[in-house]
């Protein structure tokens, strides 16, 4: 079993940033794949970015060259810094960890303003 929890969120400007972290505990070394996710009403969930065991990232390509994923193994944390927002980022975002089975944290909104 792995819990996630997130923190982070908010409310901010066009153009602004906010960094989203989660903590994993429980059944950590087993985690390979962490990453975020995001869900807008009346859209389906979509991936914002992942990064596994070894430091590979992989990113939506809306969000390339503006949202940086990181990966702390030591602390089991994995961070999402997302700069220049725009509104159409607004959703909430959920942590994903992926071991044999799919994770999910509580999910954190994020709102921007235009």
């Known amino acids: 079993q792995v819990q996630l929890v997130e923190s982070g969120g908010g409310l901010v400007q066009a153009g602004g940033s906010l960094r989203l972290s989660c903590a994993a505990s429980g059944s950590v070394p087993s985690i390979n794949v962490m990453g975020w996710y995001r869900q807008a009403p009346g859209k389906q969930r979509e991936l914002v970015a992942t990064?596994?065991?070894?430091?590979?990232?992989n990113y939506l390509d809306s969000v390339k060259g503006r949202f940086t994923i990181s990966r702390e193994n030591a602390k089991n944390t994995v961070d999402l810094q997302m700069n220049s927002l725009k509104p159409e980022d607004t959703a909430t975002y959920y942590c994903?960890?992926?071991?044999?089975?799919?994770?999910w944290g509580q999910g954190t909104q994020v709102t921007v303003s235009s």
């Open positions: 994903h960890a992926k071991t044999t089975y799919d994770y």
């Open positions: 990064v596994n065991s070894g430091g590979f990232t």
